[in-house]
């Protein structure tokens, strides 16, 4: 018999769960699956803050907080916004905390904690949403501040295995690893179209490797680790591959998901098959290809390779204000400029909402 038709979208859905990396809700709702989650970031704030559509929300949200300041009413907006999602969804929508104050603990609490208080207001409840916070030092030691006040966290701008312990570390739900550096989407030219990205892009080891730790240590102490949710991709080859590193799951932007569900799935045409997913990424893991196990213990966007230290769980990158954590992106040229690009576009897009406000309450 035949093999039924099916997309690659659709396959990737039996693999791991489908996220949508984008805030539009006519799009949500054209899309041929129900997304997990939908997450945000500046950019899309920004993008889905200028539509037309929320043109007169807009205008009565700058007339309602016309004295609380900018980031207010930013605030009030994306949470409005992913209040008009959250039924076009089964899990969670989520925002990020301001990145130009990705570096300061104390402000990055007070925009979490705003978000918190505008997502209640609107009838949105913290098994709904989720507030991602960029991985510094600080971000991360806000985060873990957060977690214990029962605020889910995940940890984004992730590049290195450092930054994933911390999160573990911080109680975070969810980490997105970027597979591909931000400056990828504007420039191709530093971008390269693996055949197999699962196993030969280079970030493709890092993830793996987070995942090793995270499912280590599950193993030895029973607590919850955070599910990757990758991010970040250029093909749809690379969003097929988080399935066969196994991941929970990706976060796709549109262009993505589109090309996704036009392309017919054919198995000859893989470079490998993904079990259905597991109930428990953790707990109960699918087997991992042998093509995918060479992956453990290297990392080629390293120059000596290997190194044990960025393994060790036992470091405490939270203490002292994420000194530790500072310290290593520090050491590492790769995440050190990764992490930078990513705060940088991010920033110019706030930058860009911020003055959108302000045009608003001139009116």
Known sequence: MAEAQISWLQKLEEQLDVDVDWMDPEYIKSLPIKPHDQTSNQIFVDVQMSNESNRELL????????????????????????????????????????PSEAYNKEKTLEHARLYDAEFARVGITRDRYCIKIPSTGPGLCAAEVLSREGIPTLGTALFGLPQAVA???????????????????????????????????????????????????????????????????????????????????????N????????????????????????????????????????????????????????????????????????????ADAVATQRLKDALDVFVKAEQRSKARIEEALKL
């Open 59 to 98: 205008a009565q949200v700058a007339n309602e907080l016309k004295d609380e300041g900018w980031l207010a009413i930013y605030t009030r907006m994306a949470c409005l916004m992913c209040k008009k999602n959250i039924d076009l969804i089964s899990g969670r929508v989520l925002l990020q905390t301001s």
């Open 167 to 253: 999160a573990s570390q911080a109680g975070c739900i969810y980490i997105s690893p970027y597979f591909n550096e931000v400056r990828t989407h504007k420039d191709r030219s530093v971008w390269t179209d693996y055949e197999d990205p699962a196993t030969e892009s280079p970030m493709s080891a890092r993830v793996f490797n987070i995942l090793e730790v995270y499912r280590r240590l599950y193993k030895e102490t029973g607590k919850e680790q955070p599910f990757l949710k990758n991010a970040s991709f250029i093909s749809v080859k690379e969003a097929m591959a988080c399935a066969h590193l196994g991941c929970h799951s990706a976060t796709l932007e």
């Open 255 to 330: 262009k993505t998901l589109d090309e996704l569900a036009l392309l017919v799935y054919d198995s000859t045409k893989q470079p490998g098959e993904v079990a259905a997913k597991p109930i428990h990424v953790y707990k109960s893991p699918n087997p991992t290809a042998e093509r995918i196990q060479k992956l453990a213990r290297t990392d080629p966007l390293s120059p000596g390779g290997w190194n044990d230290v960025v393994a060790d769980t036992s470091i405490d990158y939270l203490a002292h204000n994420g000194a530790a954590l500072d310290d290593a992106i520090a």
